[in-house]
């Protein structure tokens, strides 16, 4: 089987953002960045289903970002997939959601692929929307925040737990079809140090927008961000202090009801 | 400049979510200023009796859909029927609740109509004739507020428990029976079943009061407390990172970056350190009550009250003097 995984650079979810001075984006300086992590389940649950359908199957990673990413998509190398696109343009570095789908869309038509595997969103814009969007341009259909994915004996078919308020969805699904993933999917392996040096000798096909057949960026800003801000402050903490424990818990319930009234 | 809105009503098990008013009050915001008219639209099984709940809030219409084959929630057969009905009725924004469903139809119904799609809004309101929505980024560390650029229709899809809910204006809406044209055979994904977490409890990204637990719970057994503490306010039970990753919770309860993002009217921390991650997905609580030894614990700063002690003494304090005045 023919499996993409997608993969982004993310600032680590650890990481403190801060707005930079000009007011058009985040500090990116001293920022640890990693694989987003949504991502990392689905690049497990494709190199699961290659090492389950055996044959030719082949795990293609597929990137769209800095330069700085390849560092990234080594490490899914080394994890075990095959090879990787690395679409890396200029005129790509801040794009439309409706633009990156296209860019996407296209490396997987040329690529072919029978499954696309994609985090149910990335933790930086954390939109949620790219990889739909591109499942309707490709035509096929999606499957969202993945728990559980199992492939039906005839490879044309797959089940999937879908997450849900208060459970799980079971989808049936044929393929192709653009499965993104939710913790709980699977446990990413590390890479292991033959892996690590595998990956060296994989890969990597790094392409610009004209390399893919793009004239110049596909398609214009469809919005427009008027402002970035910080959360506001918070009001302040009221420490609720007794001499016994038991009065500072009767201290609290009365503030819930009297003062915040929230029960 | 008038904004038409169509409000999609999610239906789940036959009842329509409450969060519909939520969205209906916000249409009611963005079409407000300039004289347009809001519309809903109700897909899936028992959608009609559905609709009955929101006849008397000043909509124009309800276009009902209950055709059989939408019986079962699809991405496509769903995202075929807004498709055509923002085809047919041409509104300027499309307002979805940003829940499983929402969030899986709205960027779908975006695409297909080749129009803006923003996701998981806080706040919308209407400046210069346009919408502007407000949004969290990285987890809501920081947030954007953002406009559409040009005509293109916009899908919104807006967090529960944000907009206030509308209040009914009496009267009666006309509804509209939609007939989807679709057929079995147009779904290639479809939902065959539903599979309930257990426990019984709210889901956290539903639930009005979240008592929640980290690493300090020291041991699965010892959720038991925090579950008579939810169950006494009906609420439900969240975990840490750190808590689930220690194999004290499951993963559907997690709140926090890599968790749900959740936005109760109280939310019960329970040795819970204040992770940068964590904070991130529960920061917007109404009022946050943090129970924790360590007085620099970070969870203080964003904490509305705070108790320094043993969370294994004041939990179970707390749940027997709740149950002396509820």
């Known amino acids: 089987m023919k499996i993409i995984a997608l993969l982004k650079r993310v600032p680590d979810t650890e990481a403190k953002i801060l707005i930079n001075p000009e007011g058009t984006g985040i500090k990116e300086d001293g920022i640890k960045f990693v694989i987003n992590p949504y991502d990392e389940y689905a690049v497990e649950e494709a190199l699961r289903l290659k090492e389950k359908t055996g044959g030719d199957g082949k795990v293609t990673v597929v990137c769209m970002g800095p330069e700085e990413s390849t560092e990234l998509i080594r490490t899914a190398l080394a994890m075990g997939a095959d090879d990787a696109v690395h679409v890396c343009d200029a005129a790509l570095a801040k794009p439309d959601a409706f633009v990156s789908a296209a860019v996407l869309a296209k490396v997987a038509k040329d690529e072919g692929f029978d499954i696309i595997f994609c985090g149910k969103q990335a933790i930086d814009d954390d939109m949620a929307q790219v990889h739909s969007i591109m499942a309707e341009m490709l035509d096929v259909p999606q499957v969202n925040v993945a728990v559980a994915f199992e492939i039906a004996a005839d490879r044309a078919r797959a089940t999937i737990r879908r997450r849900i308020e208060g459970g799980d969805e079971r989808v049936e699904t044929s393929l192709p079809a653009v499965i993104s993933c939710e913790k709980g999917l699977n446990e990413p392996r590390y890479a292991s140090l033959p892996g690590i040096m595998k990956a060296k000798k994989k890969e990597i096909r790094r392409k610009t927008l004209a390399d893919l057949g793009f004239p110049g960026v596909p398609g214009e800003a469809r919005s427009r961000i008027t402002r970035w801000f910080p959360l506001p402050k918070s009001g302040g903490v009221k420490m609720v202090q007794a001499d016994e424990p038991r009065d500072a818990a009767k201290e609290l319930v009365r503030l819930l009801r009297e003062e915040a009234k929230v029960i | ?326």
Not at chain 2, 135 to 150: F, H, T
């Open chain 2, 1 to 326: 400049m008038a904004n038409d809105i169509l409000v999609f009503g999610e239906v789940r098990g036959g009842v329509l979510k409450k969060m519909t008013k939520e969205l209906i009050g916000a249409a009611r915001l963005l079409a407000g200023a300039g004289g347009g008219s809001v519309d809903a639209l109700v897909i899936g099984a028992g959608a009609g009796a559905a609709a009955e709940g929101v006849r008397n809030f000043g909509l124009r219409k309800i276009t009902v859909a209950d055709d059989e084959p939408l019986h079962s929630y699809s991405t496509e057969g769903y995202a075929k029927v807004l498709a055509d009905v923002v085809t047919r009725d041409k509104p300027s924004y499309v307002l979805l609740g940003a829940t499983a469903m929402g969030r899986d139809l709205g960027p779908r119904v975006a695409a297909r109509i080749d129009g803006v799609m923003f996701s998981d809004c806080v706040d919308v309101r209407v400046d210069g004739g346009q919408c502007v929505a407000r949004r969290p980024v990285y987890s809501g560390k920081v947030y954007v507020e953002l406009v559409r650029a040009g005509e293109r229709p916009n899908v919104i899809t807006v967090r529960p428990n944000n907009m206030p809910p509308a209040v009914a204006t009496g009267g009666s809406t006309p509804v509209v029976a939609h007939s989807s044209g679709v057929t079995r055979e147009m779904v290639r994904a479809l939902v065959a079943g539903i599979i309930p977490l257990e426990g019984g409890r709210p889901d956290v990204t539903e639930a009005d009061v979240i008592v929640s637990g980290g690493r300090a719970m020291k041991d699965k057994a010892n959720f038991k407390m925090l579950e008579e503490l939810a169950d006494l306010l009906g609420g439900a039970v969240g975990a840490s990172r750190a808590a689930v990753d220690s194999g004290f919770a499951p993963h559907p309860i997690q709140v926090g970056q890599t968790g749900k993002i959740v936005n109760p009217k109280l939310y019960v921390a329970c040795g819970i350190s204040g992770a940068i991650q964590h904070l991130a997905g529960m920061r917007t609580s109404k009022v946050i009550v943090a129970i924790n030894k360590d007085p620099n614990a970070p969870i203080f700063e964003r904490a509305t009250y705070g108790i320094v002690g043993d969370l294994f003494e004041v939990v179970p304090l707390l749940t027997e003097e709740l149950k002396k005045v509820l």
